[in-house]
């Protein structure tokens, strides 16, 4: 059984080097993961799923997954990031626990409206 990293590498048109420096790994571990000489620890298999939006399972090879599937992890890992960033930079910014918790309640009534909204579109 072999693992999807270069297809799905490829099919989002990422260099090697490229994914290499987003998950923090040598482009020649990519090259040696994606010819089978090598298996990624379970922490990489993890950042490089969490990176193309899908499961570790699918990316090893282990289990089929829709395309819709990957799409809608890939939406809401983007979301989880931007909220996640927005709530780091708003605790960074002045420390105050109180202006997290108001940062926090805006963007997680924007990621709900986003899901609302999506939905909607879905419906009609």
């Known amino acids: 059984m072999r693992n999807r990293i270069r297809e799905i590498r490829l099919e989002k048109g990422i260099s090697q080097q490229k994914l290499a420096d987003e998950i923090g790994v040598t482009r020649q571990a990519i090259s040696l993961f994606e010819k089978g000489d090598r298996d990624p620890k379970l922490e990489t298999w993890i950042k490089l799923a969490d990176y193309f939006g899908v499961s570790v399972g699918y990316l090893q090879g282990i ?3 829709s395309t819709t ?6 939406r809401w890992n983007e979301r989880e990031r931007s909220f996640l960033k927005a709530l780091r930079e708003s605790y960074m910014l002045d420390g105050s626990w109180e202006d997290l918790a108001q940062t926090f309640k805006r963007e997680w009534h924007k990621h709900e409206l986003e ?3 999506v939905q ?3 419906r009609d």
Not at 69 to 74: L, S
């Open 63 to 65: 289990e089929e997954q």
């Open 69 to 74: 599937d990957i799409q809608n992890q890939k």
């Open 115 to 117: 899901e609302w909204s």
């Open 120 to 122: 909607a579109n879905a």
